[in-house]
């Protein structure tokens, strides 16, 4: 069983999560390194001219499987230990030292994540066998390599004025897209707090895998049966009021819960890139909202999925709600900014007269099929030109650094033992 099982991720760059607030009484098994007994402090590993230690190998397998880190066997230990030595050395020859009270403040926040001070953070690991030195040089690691990339990179990962106009689609070519999973969970009266709790645990999620698998299991998004993951889609067509929480995420990332009406959301980033086609920004879209009792029952479904088949364009819609209440269809032309959150999700996953059942209203009782008419354009911004521009250099930071890291990796001379 995991130690923690409520911590927010510290170091985001590095996709490191923290699993739970309060450590309870432990006992994890972990398989040991093959170490011998007597000599902790014999090479393991050899990096060039450093060495990583037996000791070393197993205090960090220790404290990742503390902290539930999916993945933490020996063989990933080792390359993060040796990709370790390698930016250290990278980061030795260009003379970055962090300042022990910048670590002192990395450590600081990475126990108030889980609603720790320090002393009882680092307490609490010792108490489960991690050294507190593991912590800090773990802590003063990514403080460095973050501090070495940005010295080194940042001037060339800047984006011109050019790049941003083409990111927002302002220039007529270029835009920025987002690869997202999501996790759709319905809501209503009863389930409320159950839902809050789990949507909260879902947002500490780490790995790609395992929100694939939440969302198999909990979203009622259609795309449930991908594991949640959704195509390349404009930045643009997102919310305005999404779009800043999605472009400061990186790969890896969960967005906190986002309440929608009768619904909760969850987006995790996979990728993002500037593309050659032009990707507008919208000042009206048309859409239709057909309600159908029964909620998300299978007949429900079924009759939507059979609609569906029927229909070709919105205006087919008024001949299948003749002779019902004028309340079960509504036709909006609308700002984006103005759209339901929830509903404005959906338009965004979806080409001109498609459809969306995900949601209900009426405490879930009732279907909500949603379809896209039409799509005016307009080149105002909903995105800030600071949003896109560091969102581009954060992207394009990483990318340097993991190429750099690369080659390093390429040219070392390397003994495992």
Not at 151 to 172: H, K, T, V, Y
Not at 263 to 272: E, H, K, N, T, W
């Amino acid at each position: 069983m995991q130690l923690i099982t409520g911590f927010s991720r510290f170091f985001r760059s590095s996709h490191i999560g923290l699993v739970a607030p309060a450590l309870v009484a432990v006992s994890i098994a972990i398989a040991p390194v093959k170490a011998v007994a007597q000599n902790l402090f014999s090479p393991a590993i050899k990096v060039n001219q450093d060495i990583v230690t037996w000791y070393e190998l197993e205090q960090r397998l220790q404290f990742l499987s503390i902290l539930g880190v999916p993945g933490a066997t020996e063989e990933d230990v080792r390359k993060a230990l040796i990709d370790d030595r390698l930016r250290k050395q990278a980061m030795r020859d260009a003379g970055i030292v962090v300042a022990p009270e910048d670590v002192q403040v990395g450590i600081d926040q990475f126990a108030a994540r889980g609603q720790l001070s320090s002393d009882e953070f680092l307490q609490l690991l010792a108490d489960a066998g991690v050294d507190r030195e593991t912590v800090r040089d773990f802590i003063e690691d990514q403080i460095s390599w973050r501090e070495f990339v940005s010295a080194r990179f940042l001037s060339q990962a800047r984006p011109s004025e050019d790049e941003i106009n083409r990111a927002l689609g302002q220039s007529g070519s270029g835009g920025l897209q987002v690869l997202l999973s999501e996790i759709i969970i319905p809501v209503n009266q009863q389930n409320l707090p159950q839902v809050q709790l789990l949507a909260e645990e879902i947002a500490l999620i780490e790995g790609y895998d395992s929100f694939s698998t939440a969302a198999t299991q909990y979203s009622a998004a259609g795309t449930r049966t991908n594991g949640g993951r959704l195509d390349w889609l404009n930045l643009t067509d997102l919310p305005p009021a999404l779009q800043p929480v999605i472009i400061g995420l990186k790969n890896g990332d969960v967005t906190q819960p986002i309440p929608l009406p009768n619904a909760v959301a969850l987006f995790q980033m996979r990728g993002l890139r500037e593309t050659a086609a032009s990707t507008p920004t919208y000042s009206e879209i048309d859409y239709a909202v057909y309600y159908m009792p029964g909620g998300r029952s299978a007949e429900t479904l079924a009759a939507a999925e059979k609609l569906k088949e029927e229909i070709d364009t919105c205006d087919d819609l008024y001949g299948i709600v003749q002779n019902k209440p004028a309340e079960v269809l509504e036709r909006n032309v609308s700002k984006p900014s103005e759209i339901p959150r929830d509903i404005a999700l959906e338009l965004a996953k979806l080409d001109l007269n498609e459809v969306s059942t995900t949601l209900t209203r009426n405490n879930g009782q009732t279907l909500a099929f949603v379809m896209l008419c039409t799509r005016t354009r307009n080149l105002g911004e909903e995105t800030t030109r600071a949003d896109v521009a560091n969102a581009l250099t954060q992207q394009r930071l990483q990318t340097l650094a993991e190429s750099l890291l690369g080659q390093m990796r390429a040219d070392a001379t390397i003994v495992e033992q």
